[in-house]
């Protein structure tokens, strides 16, 4: 395993007695319903990560992130039960935060955000908001008799008090539009957004002010973002799906944030769009 932008940082930006991101890689596939390959993720995304350049800009801003340090921390182990896993990426999470350090954690299955969610509010000790990029609602009450599905992170973290703001979904089922109405879920879904070319939705006036981003790659069109389990047709594009996120965060603080289910195919194109997306998700919050 490299660091995260390893040929990119010196000695002092990658020290983790300093540096404002921790990356915590969590390998995990278990309960992926179509394809596979979400568990080989962060590995890709580190790798590609390599590659990144130190200068991020969005708009007319010139940043650069990496110069307030980038920890890479090692793979979560992710060969326990689901509830183990679960609480052992709550520990790293809580760990970072409680340092003042912003959680960076790359997926592996969506699943593992509710014990990164988890582990943020527990460290925080208030409820937080989620701002979540996807194809898929994840509202389901169980998924294949699982509820740590990935297709049930959601409805998991909506009973914990998390408050859900949704963008770009286009798969549902009954139940989830119903766990939508009863957890009081804001959303904008895929057709309005890439239909009316919108990049900018604000939030209700009563979200959060503390909000976490989970990015799941599956947000995306498939012809920009093929390298997913579960691909569906008529997704956002690429800086759509950044600037969404961006605009969410305005007047808002992020403490921590997951970019999820990249299964590469081979094709570094792919894994170094998943890169690219969390440095610039990383400045896009300071």
Not at 166 to 185: H, I, K, P, T, Y
Request: contains cysteine; charged residues 20%; proline residues 6%.
């Amino acid at each position: 395993m490299i660091d995260f932008m390893d040929s990119e940082l010196t000695g002092e930006e990658r020290d983790p007695k300093s540096s404002r991101f921790t990356i915590i890689p969590v390998p995990l596939e278990r309960t992926v319903s179509y394809g596979s390959g979400t568990n080989n993720g962060p590995d890709a995304i580190l790798e590609a990560s390599n590659e990144l350049e130190r200068i991020c800009q969005i708009g007319d801003m010139v940043l650069e992130p990496c110069q307030l340090g980038i920890d890479t921390q090692q793979p979560v182990d992710c060969s326990g039960s689901m509830p183990q896993i679960m609480e052992a990426i709550s520990q790293r999470t809580s760990d970072a935060v409680a340092g003042n350090k912003l959680p960076v954690v790359l997926g592996g299955e969506h699943s593992l955000s509710y014990g990164a969610v988890m582990g943020v509010q527990k460290a925080l000790g208030r409820p937080i908001g989620l701002v979540q990029i996807d194809a898929h609602a994840d509202l389901r009450v169980a998924y294949q008799g699982n509820k740590h599905s990935h297709a049930s992170v959601m409805h998991l973290l909506a009973e914990e008090n998390v408050r859900l703001a949704q963008f770009g979904v286009r798969a549902l089922c009954r139940e989830e539009m119903q766990s939508r109405q009863d957890n009081n879920v804001f959303h904008v879904d895929g057709e309005a957004l890439v239909s009316g070319n919108i990049h900018e939705v604000s939030l209700p006036d009563d979200f959060p002010q503390d909000i976490y981003i989970s990015f799941d790659v599956d947000g995306l069109d498939p012809s920009q973002m093929p390298a997913t389990g579960t691909p569906v047709p008529g997704g956002l594009g690429y800086y759509q799906a950044l600037h969404l996120v961006e605009h969410a965060l305005e007047g808002r603080n992020c403490v921590g944030l997951d970019v999820v289910e990249l299964a590469p195919d081979g094709n570094p194109a792919w894994d170094f769009t998943a890169a690219q997306i969390v440095y610039r998700l990383m400045a896009a919050t300071l």
